[in-house]
């Protein structure tokens, strides 16, 4: 039997507020180059950004690891409805910080044509918090953690054109609790008395796979592709749900589940190098349109549903993100690099609400790489996120803190990136 808790409607809402359900920067260039390394790939990341890119890597092993401190900063709201006085106000969100580690290794042909990689990152995830009892009725904490581990083979048809293919393995991990306290329904009544809350936990493996090709017709220009396919997590676990306070509800103590899906990617790209510099063209079409709504499974027909069974409708469209970047060979030892992107947004204003604050967002970035030795590149990348104010219009003539009706002001999240690249 499917029950919905109204306030249950953050459940994906974490993986959201980064760059939709991605975090598209999975390594040191990546960072630097705004994500555009996708036709020319200067290392092992090539395992993951597009396979087929390992044809053209010098024929040793190539292993990169890298790590990415991100900050996410506070997101304010501000309130423009009056439907319900003083239950709707302005409010913001708290700034989160996480730490990324991302791996990928390039192995030595197998043969005069193929060659193998492997990826380990983590694609989609972060962490979303408010402050006050309004929001928080919707989103209290949610934390998701996302792994892929993606093994790829290449084949090399010539030496203009090569191919790849490969599967991703998708461990997710996630909890959510939010809380309806007395002060979300009826200001004359104090924070701490909680009229309903819950805690959610689940986790999943799944899987999908990657195609790629990579096209060089000339030494200097290159094209590539690679489709991501859509990935169903299927989280399953546990669910507490106490609505004591609320006359003839009982508690809910057992199984749940949702699937959400992680969206397919198509991704086309360029590159041109001229003298020193090399120019970098990326574009996404990310299919949201796979997001239609969230809704929980529970082992039993729960009562509360008369009042927690709400559709969380979402009905998302699919998108499109341009990437441009620029890499110069400053000397035989150091190269730079810089990026631009332009994000849209994939849903509607009145499918926005506090926990899935999904926006138009502009991407800067910038970085370097320094060969310290014939075996060994170290590297730094620094990008920023400026994600543009949003109008939400997501009004409820039921309850209080679903009316979500104002802006949501600009804020940003920055990465800093430092990264070793080894060849042996």
Request: net charge positive; hydrophobic share 35%; with cysteine.
């Amino acid at each position: 039997m499917k029950i919905k808790h109204i306030c249950l409607a953050l459940t994906v809402s974490a993986v959201c507020y980064g760059s939709g359900f991605r975090v598209p920067e999975q390594s040191g260039d990546s960072v630097a180059l705004a994500a555009t390394n996708i036709a020319t790939s200067f290392g092992a990341d090539a395992a993951y950004y597009n396979p087929a890119n390992m044809a053209t890597l010098s024929p040793e092993h190539h292993m990169t690891g890298s790590f990415s401190f991100i900050r996410a900063s506070k997101l304010d709201f501000e309130n423009k409805s009056n439907a319900y006085g003083p239950l709707n106000y302005n409010t913001s969100s708290r700034p989160n910080t996480f730490l990324l580690p991302t791996f990928h290794m390039v192995f030595p042909y197998i043969n005069d044509r193929t060659r193998v990689g492997f990826s380990l990152t983590s694609p989609a995830g972060l962490t979303m918090k408010w402050r006050d009892p309004y929001p928080r009725s919707l989103s209290k904490l949610f934390t998701v953690l996302v792994i892929e581990a993606a093994p790829s083979i290449s084949y090399e048809i010539n030496d203009k054109l090569s191919i790849a293919g490969g599967v991703r393995m998708l461990y997710s991990k996630g909890e959510a609790r939010n809380e309806v306290t007395g002060a979300a329904v009826n200001p004359r009544l104090p924070k701490d008395i909680i009229v309903a809350k819950r805690d959610i936990k689940g986790d999943s493996i799944d899987f999908g796979y990657n195609l790629a090709l990579s096209y060089r017709p000339t030494s200097n220009l290159s094209f590539g592709a690679i489709y991501r396919s859509k990935i169903n997590m299927t989280l399953k676990g546990d669910a507490q749900i106490q609505s004591k306070n609320l006359t003839g509800l009982p508690d809910y103590d057992g199984s749940a589940s949702i699937t959400v899906p992680l969206p397919a990617i198509l991704t086309l790209a360029t590159s041109y190098r001229y003298n020193d510099f090399t120019f970098l063209f990326a574009y996404d079409r990310t299919y949201w349109s796979a997001l239609k709504e969230f809704d929980f499974n529970y082992a039993v027909e729960n009562p509360a549903g008369g009042i927690f069974d709400r559709p969380v409708e979402k009905n998302w469209h699919d998108t499109n993100t341009f990437r441009f970047g620029l890499a110069y060979d400053y000397s035989e030892k150091l190269r730079l690099m810089a990026g631009f992107a332009i994000d849209e947004k994939a849903t509607d204003n009145d499918k926005v609400r506090f926990e899935l604050p999904d926006t138009k967002a502009y991407v800067y970035s910038l970085g370097g790489n320094y060969k310290v030795n014939e075996k060994l590149d170290i590297g730094v990348g620094f990008l920023y996120q400026d994600r543009q104010k949003r109008k939400v219009e997501s009004s409820d003539d039921q309850v209080p803190f679903n009316n979500v009706v104002g802006t949501f002001k600009r804020s940003s999240i920055t990465f800093a990136n430092v990264s070793f690249n080894y060849r042996f």
